[in-house]
Each structure stands twice: as structure tokens, then as C-alpha cells.
């Protein structure tokens, strides 16, 4: 599979049109800029619809707990933690890379040929995750968590032959409707200032902007079901003292 995330240094660009794809830039006027905005969202959006038909909502994953695990240098227990939050039931063998390798942090390796997700046949395959030890030292735990929730993000993908799986994009948002937003939030843009001036260090395919794009439309459609629900409870309240009253005066 190729490598997943790389960990670039950039000068400081534009932050308002850094994350559009070049097609679209190219020949964009001002006044333009909001509609390539807006076409940016729109692909957002429906990558995002894509993925939650087919995925289960999963809840934040324990920022405390993967936080000690890193202090700890326990990361082992880190890519345990994020496996089971992803409800990921393959039986997982973790590469440490000290040196050499292909030029990423982390990357796996799938079979050709994925079992079904949950079939006996997957829960029993064994999968192989390499990790560069240097990056989880010098990582956030932010940093080192979204970069394993991607790799992961791979095999739940690829295990149910969703059309998106070989969408970069997509593979970062699918962890980050795994438990991971948060994270994607506040790791996959980090500004560092050194002797040489300001430098971004970006994590994965999605720009801050796509990022915190998916936050809002998820955050806005969970307020939207939440409101859903809490109309069908109160229509639901109605119709049952509707029904009481009628059963008292009978
Ligand atoms: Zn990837």
C-alpha cells in the first residue's frame, strides 16, 4: 500500500486557499475564490456522505488514556487502544522502524485479496503495521494517534470494498468518523518556530481547512439528528398522553 502520510515542512502559504487543488486554482479570480471554496466543501461533503453510509458512529476515542500511554512511550498500548476503538478484530503485528524503510512514519501492508470485515476468515488474518520509532518520539500523541488511526483506516476500507478506498482523503476521514476528529483537529497541522523562521508541519491528506470543514458538517449533522430525535420524542410523548386520556374517559 503506498505510504500514508507525509511529514512535509512548507513555508508558510496562504492558509485560505493552501488546501485547493491546483485545477482549481489555476485561473481562479478573487471573486472566485468563494465559488472554489464552496466546490471544495461540496467534495467534502459528499465524501463524508459516502463514508457514513457505510460506517457505524464511533465515539470519541479516550484522549486521557492515549495521552498517558505516550508520556509512558507505551506505544504498543497506543496502537492496542486505537485497534479496539476502531473495533478492528484482526489480529495485528506491529514493524518498529529504526532506520530505512519507505520515506513515511508509518505504512501497511494489505492482502491482495481483503476478507470481508468480520468474516471468520478476516478476524483471523494477520496484518503488518510499521511504525518509524523516531516519529512517535518526536510526535505529539495527537500526531502519533492520527497517523496509526489512518493506517487502520486502510483495512476497514479495504474490508468492505467501499468505493472511497483508495481516496487518500477519504481514508482520513473515515478515521476521523472513527473516533479520531478531535486529534485530526488538533495534530494534523502543527506551526513550528525554529532559527530559520516558521515552518508548518502538516499529518495526512486532508488540509486544516478540510479538516475543520468535516468538523463542523459532522458536528452540524449530529445537532440535526439530535433534533430529530428530540422531536420524535416529544411527538412521541403526545401521541402516549393522547392515549391516556383517552383510555381514562373510557
Ligand atoms: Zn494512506
Known amino acids: 500500500m503506498p505510504q500514508a502520510f507525509s511529514n512535509r515542512r512548507f513555508h ?8 485547493l487543488p491546483s485545477v482549481v486554482l489555476r485561473g481562479v479570480r478573487h471573486s472566485n475564490l468563494h465559488y472554489a471554496v464552496e466546490m471544495v466543501r461540496n467534495n467534502i461533503e459528499a465524501y463524508l456522505h459516502q463514508l457514513q453510509q457505510a460506517l457505524p458512529y464511533v ?50 501492508e494489505l492482502p491482495p485479496n481483503m476478507p470481508f470485515y468480520g468474516s471468520s476468515a478476516f478476524r483471523e488474518m494477520t496484518i503488518t503495521m510499521f511504525i518509524r520509532r523516531s516519529f512517535l518520539e518526536q510526535s505529539t500523541y495527537d500526531q502519533a494517534a492520527i497517523v496509526v488511526a489512518h493506517e487502520l483506516s ?4 479495504d474490508s468492505i470494498g467501499h468505493p472511497l478506498r483508495r481516496e487518500e ?17 488538533s495534530g494534523c ?6 532559527q530559520n523562521g516558521t515552518s508548518i508541519r502538516t499529518l495526512g491528506y486532508l488540509s486544516q481547512e478540510e479538516v475543520e470543514l468535516a468538523n463542523q458538517i459532522l458536528a452540524q449533522r449530529q445537532s440535526g439528528t439530535k433534533t430529530k430525535a428530540a422531536l420524535l420524542s416529544h411527538a412521541l410523548r403526545g401521541i402516549r398522553a393522547r392515549i391516556c386520556v383517552r383510555s381514562s374517559g373510557s
Not at 12 to 19: D, G, M
Not at 86 to 101: E, P, Q, Y
Not at 154 to 157: E, S
Not at 169 to 185: E, I, N, P, R, S
Open 12 to 19: 508558510l502559504l496562504n492558509p485560505a486557499i493552501e488546501f
Open 59 to 108: 465515539p470519541p476515542i479516550p484522549v486521557e488514556a492515549l495521552y498517558s500511554l505516550h508520556i509512558a512511550q507505551d506505544y504498543e498500548g497506543m496502537v492496542q487502544l486505537i485497534k479496539n476503538t476502531m473495533n478492528i478484530d484482526v489480529c495485528l503485528r506491529v514493524g518498529w522502524v529504526n532506520s530505512g524503510g519507505r520515506d513515511a512514519p508509518a505504512w501497511i
Open 154 to 157: 486502510h483495512i476497514v476500507l
Open 169 to 185: 482523503k477519504a481514508v482520513d476521514l473515515t478515521a476521523m468518523l472513527l473516533g479520531f476528529c478531535a486529534l485530526y483537529a
Open 189 to 194: 497541522y502543527r506551526e513550528e518556530t525554529s
